[in-house]
């Protein structure tokens, strides 16, 4: 089983509340769902989103961990081990 070797990166807790994906609200884009990075807390929207800002995030900074931001969600995704968490 594949395991995350990045959870040492892991310097922020998921917000409890967010506005939305920063560079939609910026420029008037929508989003399906949101990430949130855990090294630096930046929200981005998903892969099924038009913006896909989640992990163009990740691809610019190399912050390999982002964990769901929407209500109720746990779940969270190493990019770089391509692992659920």
């Known amino acids: 089983m594949a395991e995350c070797t990045h959870l040492d990166q892991v310097r922020v807790e998921t917000p409890e509340h967010v506005e939305g994906c920063e560079e939609c609200l910026t420029s008037g884009g929508t989003w399906v769902e949101l990430r949130a990075c ?3 807390g930046h ?8 913006g896909t800002h989640a992990t163009k995030h990740y691809q610019e900074t190399g912050h390999p961990i982002m964990s769901s931001a929407m209500p109720g969600a746990t779940w969270s995704y190493c990019y770089v081990d391509e692992v659920m968490l």
């Open 43 to 50: 929200v981005g929207c998903c892969d099924s989103s038009p």
């Open 38 to 40: 855990r090294v630096c």
